[in-house]
């Protein structure tokens, strides 16, 4: 059975950082994974993903400020994120497929995800 354990949010202030990690359990990230991110009455959002290559893509809003990587010998998913704006504020999960690339960062593509971790960035 696989599990998707979230840590590393907060609140910081718009300029600040913060580290997420993803643990897993049951998988070692040999397929796409991504990290999400909902506000609410919005919809879930894909923020990076990285494939079994180790390619990466980012939605636009957090080029150049956010990171993906993930260590698969410690089942350990990672999204560095700096420069924190108050728009980043949200649930941020962790997702992983169960087979397969990563497309266009659908949620329905995704079998596996964790129960999210609070992110809150004030101006």
């Known amino acids: 059975q696989v599990q998707l354990v979230e840590s590393g949010g907060g609140s910081v202030q718009a300029g600040g950082s913060l580290r997420l990690s993803c643990a897993a359990s049951?998988?070692?990230?040999?397929?796409?994974a991504a990290w999400f991110r909902q506000v609410p009455g919005k919809q879930r959002e894909g923020v990076a993903t990285?494939?079994?290559?180790?390619?990466?893509a980012y939605v636009d809003a957090v080029k150049g400020r956010f990171t993906i990587d993930k260590n698969s010998a410690e089942n350990i998913l990672v999204l560095e994120m700096n420069n924190l704006k108050p728009e980043d504020t949200g649930m941020y999960y962790c997702?992983?497929?169960?087979?397969?690339?990563?497309?266009?960062?659908?949620?329905?593509?995704?079998?596996?995800w964790g129960q999210g971790t609070q992110v809150s960035v004030s101006s």
């Open positions: 997702a992983a497929m169960s087979y397969g690339g990563c497309g266009y960062m659908r949620s329905g593509d995704f079998q596996y």
């Open positions: 049951g998988y070692f990230f040999e397929y796409c």
């Open positions: 990285i494939d079994a290559d180790r390619s990466r």
